[in-house]
């Protein structure tokens, strides 16, 4: 798989990731097992970059991490966040203070058995803590050894360009597929002036563009899909004919909608490196398949002609605000 850069402090990783989140966390029911044996799968098949993060659980996709990590930490990038109070089991507000920064790190590190985190990102911004004040606790931790490289996560223009003074940022991690392009407008162009990494979470729409969903009844009850608006029954039919198109052009290519919707990722920079989240090793090797597809001027056309068409807002408005939105 082709390797790409990450932003221009030195980090690189293969061109396709994998998001770890739903190992654990908000989608169905874990199966220990199977994801770790995704995890040595995508290892075997070429993948170098793996994302977690202390909230999701909390702390249980972490320690799953770090148990599928021993003996295979040569060659692969591990990224984790901090950014919220927690407690009493579950999330709580935003805290990006230099206490809670240090505070996370350690039990980062702990949980997933490392000596230093390849990259280290706030996972949302604090609306009460100047973002000058986070990122220098975290320049902190690269100084100290512990985080090799920082990044930021759904965040605007703004914030980037305050944080990058502070100290650089090696990635942008924030929602881009098909059906969600908001950070076309200032917020991507702002990170290729100053060599910015994207690295997109939700590239296959979680799950929609593949074209598998066609009811919230095919969720579970603490399914995360169920509290976004976009899933709404009534949007995820008017968002169909998007999968058609999708479809259409995974015909030609005699590929998946999956591999299409990811090829389009692919295909919007080398400063780009997804992260599909799956704990299945059939749904790895096809999202991995998208690395071979080459879409044609006609595909790129009808494909970036779908974000005019897509129906329901990717968040209520609490979860937007905390995206700086």
């Keep these: 798989m082709e390797i790409r850069k990450i932003g221009s402090q030195g980090l690189s990783a293969a061109a396709i990731g994998l998001g770890c989140m739903g190992m654990t966390h908000a989608y169905g029911t874990r199966n220990d097992e199977e994801s770790i044996a995704t995890f040595h799968h995508a290892i075997d098949r070429g993948v170098t970059h793996f994302d977690t993060a202390e909230v999701y659980g909390p702390y249980t996709n972490e320690e799953l991490v770090g148990k599928a990590m021993k003996g295979h930490r040569a060659g692969i990038t591990i990224a984790t966040k901090f950014g919220f109070k927690l407690g009493g089991g579950g999330v709580g507000t935003t805290d990006g203070t230099p206490a809670n920064c240090k505070r996370a790190v350690e039990g980062s590190?702990?949980?997933?058995?490392?000596?230093?985190?390849?990259?280290?990102?706030?996972?949302?911004?604090?609306?009460?803590?100047?973002?000058e004040d986070s990122v220098g606790a975290m320049k902190e931790l690269v100084e100290a050894g512990k985080v090799r490289y920082i990044g930021l996560s759904e965040v605007n223009a703004e914030t980037i360009r305050r944080a990058h003074k502070v100290h650089p940022i090696t990635a942008v991690q924030s929602e881009y597929s098909l059906w969600e392009r908001d950070i076309e407008e200032s917020i991507l162009p702002a990170m290729r002036e100053l060599g910015i990494g994207l690295v997109p979470f939700s590239p296959l729409g979680r799950g929609y563009l593949t074209g598998a969903v066609q009811s919230t009844a095919q969720f579970g009850e603490k399914d995360f899909r169920r509290t976004l608006p976009r899933f709404d029954d009534e949007h995820l039919a008017a968002n169909e004919k998007l999968v058609e198109v999708v479809k259409a052009v995974a015909a030609r290519h005699s590929g998946t909608p999956a591999q299409i919707a990811l090829a389009w990722v692919l295909a919007q920079g080398k400063d780009i490196v997804p992260i599909p989240g799956t704990k299945r090793r059939t749904y790895l090797d096809d999202n991995l398949g998208a690395a071979d597809i080459e879409l044609t001027a006609r595909d790129l056309v009808e494909l970036n002609g779908l974000a005019s068409l897509v129906s329901g807002d990717r968040y209520a408005a609490h979860a937007a605000k905390l995206a700086e939105r």
Excluded at 120 to 129: C, E, F, I, Q
């Design 109 to 131: 590190l702990t949980r997933l058995d490392v000596d230093v985190i390849d990259l280290y990102y706030l996972h949302r911004k604090d609306a009460n803590v100047p973002i």
